[in-house]
């Protein structure tokens, strides 16, 4: 299987199966396009002289090429995995990753909230040390010989127990040594309860911060009110500034929600750059009911795709002139990741990756905490719901039938499991219209890697790739 497009300039195509990338002249991308569509060799000879009678001359040597590019198994290669994905997720029994919910409450009122203002659907409340703690050393139990373990402080907002915070980071550092673990920390705040304290304590002790803002001012204080119903942007941008700065500019990212309300987000993420000096970018669509005034719309897809585009043409732009910004989804890399286990068992939500309440409940993620019916265990008992754990064993991008004739099911790995859940009420669904926002980006990052081939000085402002596996290869954040 082969995918290919035309973007910014470029005739692209993607051999799906070896994720080879070729970057081709037009007599080449008709020829492709035209085999990959079962037309006989002598039919595309004929419809390619017809086309190109000046390059008559070549038909024949880029044939070659292409034969040559299919015998080294970098186009129309096999699809050699799909016998082997049950067993490449199967394997898979440590814990390497936990979402620690430190607060089910939250000092803002963002009305698109997916978390229900932070309660999760259920009650206010802040984990006590014991409970994280806990939770920390069944991490521990359950990692195996993985040595870098990751836990994301997450809520609601997770400053409102920002002592807990601070005693979990100093029990992980304590049993570090002699578990041989090395704890990677994280942040998730709306940042209205950034003081210098927590600025300085978050720049020693958390390798990435996630910061949400929405973007331009009437943007994010459209839905991101405190409980008064006051716009949280005043506040809480120079607090952001600030913890920037103090960091150097890395490890964090800006984390937006566009919403049918503004689907020209690139407005926003041009306002973090520009205006405001954020280099460090993401922005994700809003999850909400359809019937949500929030909720994306069909006819919100042609702006939205419109929108990537410009994205990806601006960042070249910015390379091209030595001031790059980062946008999550557009980070790749071609050659030395993700490993093939990644590109077919996902984000290892259910099974090297949970959520934890408050109470120390255990839940796939985040996005499933609340309902019962996906309720792994605790921390005390460890997973006791283990049919759940083993259908998220199997949930990989082969167990959901949607997903076979997509030319993006190697990249996405299936998508959200929580995503589906909630669009198909089946966690081996696709939320397809997810589906169409991820292949746009892919069409759009892909472009830009071809761009930075074609011109090394775009390619000297590529975002840095770090390693989040033991003794694997590089991810691609996708």
Same mark, same amino acid.
Not at 161 to 186: D, E, M, P, W
């Given at each position: 299987?082969?995918?290919?497009?035309?973007?910014?300039?470029?005739?692209?195509?993607?051999?799906?199966?070896?994720?080879?990338?070729?970057?081709?002249?037009?007599?080449?991308?008709?020829?492709?396009?035209?085999?990959?569509?079962?037309?006989?060799?002598?039919?595309?000879?004929?419809?390619?002289?017809?086309?190109?009678?000046?390059?008559?001359?070549?038909?024949?040597?880029?044939?070659?090429?292409?034969?040559?590019?299919?015998?080294?198994?970098?186009?129309?290669?096999?699809?050699?995995?799909?016998?082997?994905?049950?067993?490449?997720?199967?394997?898979?029994?440590?814990?390497?990753?936990?979402?620690?919910?430190?607060?089910?409450?939250?000092?803002?009122?963002?009305?698109?909230?997916?978390?229900?203002? &932070?309660?999760?659907? /259920?009650?206010?409340?802040?984990?006590?040390?014991? =409970?994280?703690?806990? !939770? #920390?050393?069944?991490? +521990?139990?359950?990692?195996?010989?993985?040595?870098?373990?990751?836990?994301?402080?997450?809520?609601?907002?997770?400053?409102?127990?920002?002592?807990?915070?601070?005693?979990?980071?100093?029990?992980?550092?304590?049993? &570090?040594?002699?578990? /041989?673990?090395?704890?990677?920390?994280?942040?998730? =705040?709306?940042?209205? !309860? #950034?003081?210098?304290? +927590?600025?300085?304590?978050?720049?020693?002790?958390?390798?990435?911060?996630?910061?949400?803002l929405d973007g331009r001012r009437e943007v994010n204080d459209r839905f991101r009110k405190d409980l008064a119903g006051n716009g949280s942007y005043d506040r809480i941008v120079p607090r952001f500034q600030k913890l920037v700065a103090a960091r150097g500019g890395k490890g964090y990212y800006m984390r937006g929600t566009f919403t049918h309300h503004n689907p020209d987000f690139t407005r926003d993420l041009f306002h973090m750059a520009d205006d405001l000096g954020f280099s460090e970018l993401s922005m994700e669509p809003v999850v909400a009911a359809p019937n949500s005034p929030e909720a994306l719309t069909e006819a919100d897809l042609p702006i939205l795709s419109a929108q990537y585009e410009l994205l990806a043409r601006d960042m070249?732009?910015?390379?091209?002139?030595?001031?790059?910004?980062?946008?999550?989804?557009?980070?790749?890399?071609?050659?030395?990741?993700?490993?093939?286990?990644?590109?077919?068992?996902?984000?290892?939500?259910?099974?090297?990756?949970?959520?934890?309440?408050?109470?120390?409940?255990?839940?796939?993620?985040?996005?499933?905490?609340?309902?019962?019916?996906?309720?792994?265990?605790?921390?005390?008992?460890?997973?006791?719901?283990?049919?759940?754990?083993?259908?998220?064993?199997?949930?990989?991008?082969?167990?959901?039938?949607?997903?076979?004739?997509?030319?993006?099911?190697?990249?996405?790995?299936?998508?959200?499991?929580?995503?589906?859940?909630?669009?198909?009420?089946?966690?081996?669904?696709?939320?397809?219209?997810?589906?169409?926002?991820?292949?746009?980006?892919?069409?759009?990052?892909?472009?830009?890697?071809?761009?930075?081939?074609?011109?090394?000085?775009?390619?000297?402002?590529?975002?840095?790739?770090?390693?989040?596996?033991?003794?694997?290869?590089?991810?691609?954040?996708?």
């Amino acid at each position: 299987m082969i995918h290919a497009y035309q973007l910014n300039g470029y005739n692209i195509v993607l051999d799906v199966n070896s994720a080879s990338v070729h970057s081709v002249d037009p007599l080449a991308y008709d020829a492709i396009t035209m085999l990959d569509a079962g037309t006989p060799r002598a039919g595309v000879r004929g419809a390619l002289a017809a086309k190109y009678p000046e390059n008559a001359a070549d038909i024949d040597d880029v044939l070659a090429d292409i034969d040559a590019l299919a015998a080294a198994g970098k186009l129309f290669s096999p699809d050699g995995w799909a016998p082997r994905a049950g067993e490449l997720k199967d394997r898979s029994t440590v814990v390497k990753a936990l979402c620690l919910h430190v607060a089910h409450s939250c000092n803002l009122d963002c009305a698109y909230c997916f978390a229900a203002q &932070g309660k999760f659907h /259920g009650e206010a409340a802040l984990m006590p040390f014991e =409970t994280g703690k806990r !939770a #920390l050393d069944f991490l +521990v139990e359950n990692s195996g010989t993985r040595h870098n373990l990751e836990v994301d402080f997450f809520g609601g907002e997770p400053l409102m127990n920002f002592a807990v915070c601070k005693q979990l980071v100093a029990y992980a550092r304590s049993i &570090g040594g002699r578990t /041989g673990k090395h704890f990677r920390f994280t942040l998730t =705040t709306n940042g209205v !309860a #950034l003081t210098d304290e +927590v600025i300085e304590w978050v720049n020693k002790e958390c390798y990435n911060v996630v910061l949400s803002l929405d973007g331009r001012r009437e943007v994010n204080d459209r839905f991101r009110k405190d409980l008064a119903g006051n716009g949280s942007y005043d506040r809480i941008v120079p607090r952001f500034q600030k913890l920037v700065a103090a960091r150097g500019g890395k490890g964090y990212y800006m984390r937006g929600t566009f919403t049918h309300h503004n689907p020209d987000f690139t407005r926003d993420l041009f306002h973090m750059a520009d205006d405001l000096g954020f280099s460090e970018l993401s922005m994700e669509p809003v999850v909400a009911a359809p019937n949500s005034p929030e909720a994306l719309t069909e006819a919100d897809l042609p702006i939205l795709s419109a929108q990537y585009e410009l994205l990806a043409r601006d960042m070249l732009r910015r390379q091209r002139a030595g001031r790059p910004i980062t946008f999550y989804h557009y980070i790749l890399d071609l050659k030395h990741g993700p490993c093939i286990y990644k590109r077919i068992a996902g984000c290892g939500s259910g099974t090297e990756y949970m959520a934890v309440t408050p109470w120390g409940d255990l839940y796939p993620c985040h996005q499933f905490v609340g309902d019962a019916a996906y309720k792994l265990g605790d921390v005390w008992h460890g997973v006791t719901n283990t049919a759940l754990r083993d259908e998220f064993k199997l949930c990989n991008v082969y167990a959901r039938p949607a997903c076979r004739d997509c030319w993006a099911r190697l990249w996405c790995a299936g998508g959200c499991a929580a995503n589906a859940l909630h669009a198909t009420g089946d966690i081996h669904g696709v939320y397809e219209y997810g589906c169409k926002l991820f292949r746009k980006r892919m069409e759009c990052a892909l472009m830009m890697k071809v761009a930075e081939a074609a011109d090394p000085a775009l390619a000297a402002g590529a975002p840095h790739l770090e390693s989040d596996c033991d003794g694997c290869t590089p991810k691609a954040t996708l």
